[in-house]
């Protein structure tokens, strides 16, 4: 019988429109290539992620400035949308060039779940314990 594959390990591509889209990114702007690699590493199956700023220029190794404009390159070439959620944002990446989930696209469902990155240097110090007791919760450094 044969293995049973998750498709959770998995993003997958569009050809030729979102591998195109990636060759131009790449080319084009390599920081917010990168940006857009880190967001698509850590999308759901919705194709949805809620990180702070500071967390994806601490991912990128570049300042808040850096990351900011290359959010605001992938948002105008229309590589993803972004939803304010306070003070943080939360990112969908365009389901016509990338997806994780194992029906195809959920255009739909990306506006009403996504996962939510966490880094323990921007909470409160009680923070912390709640992560150590909670191990289905994942800590991203």
Not at 42 to 59: G, I, P, R
């Amino acid at each position: 019988m044969g293995k049973k594959y998750s498709h959770k390990r998995f993003v997958q591509i569009t050809d030729p429109d979102g591998v195109n889209a990636l060759q131009v990114l790449t080319e084009k702007n390599p920081k917010a290539a990168c940006l857009f690699c880190i967001l698509m590493k850590h999308m759901d199956a919705t194709n949805c992620v809620m990180v702070s700023m500071s967390l994806l220029a601490k991912k990128m190794g570049t300042s808040r400035q850096t990351t900011s404009k290359s959010v605001q390159y992938l948002k105008a070439h229309r590589y993803i949308m972004v939803y304010k959620v306070g003070t943080t944002n939360a990112y969908s990446l365009n389901a016509d060039l990338v997806w994780k989930s194992a029906s195809g696209n959920n255009r739909m469902e990306a506006m009403l779940t996504g996962k939510i990155l966490l880094s323990l240097d921007e909470q409160d110090p009680e923070i912390y314990e709640r992560f150590a007791t909670k191990p289905n919760l994942k800590v991203v450094n």
